[in-house]
């Protein structure tokens, strides 16, 4: 049974920085591309980073680019993101995620998720 646990969400101000930590146990993480997707009320459900199974390659959006940080520790199997200079707009659930490949994740096909993790930022 695949499991997904996140931390390190919270309330920060604009212009602040949180970093989002997950642990992944279950089955063998690097058989897996993983990431984090977002989903704010009234809004799509938003991949803002992947990476794959052995973190050489990276994937964000125009949106999070050069701003958020997406990593993972396939000793410790383990999965972060690093947020910096967050906006009003990054305020939403984050959820960390793993898929087939970097490719699948882009195309919103994720094999396994966790519950998320509350991120606000305030203006």
């Given at each position: 049974?695949?499991?997904?646990?996140?931390?390190?969400?919270?309330?920060?101000?604009?212009?602040?920085?949180?970093?989002l930590s997950c642990a992944f146990s279950g089955r063998t993480f690097s058989d897996y591309?993983?990431?984090w997707f977002r989903h704010a009320p009234g809004k799509e459900r938003d991949l803002v980073?992947?990476?794959s199974w052995n973190g050489e390659?990276?994937?964000?959006?125009?949106s999070v680019k050069g701003?958020?940080?997406?990593?993972?520790?396939n000793a410790k199997n383990m999965v972060y993101l690093q947020m910096n200079s967050l906006k009003a707009e990054d305020t939403a659930v984050y959820y960390c995620a793993a898929g087939e490949?970097?490719?699948?994740?882009?195309r919103g096909e994720y094999d396994y998720w966790g519950q998320?993790?509350?991120?606000?930022?305030?203006s």
């Open positions: 049974q695949v499991q997904l646990v996140e931390s390190g969400g919270g309330l920060v101000q604009a212009g602040g920085s949180l970093r591309a993983v990431g980073a992947a990476i390659n990276t994937y964000y959006p125009y701003r958020f940080t997406g990593s993972r520790d490949t970097i490719e699948a994740m882009r998320g993790t509350q991120v606000t930022v305030s």
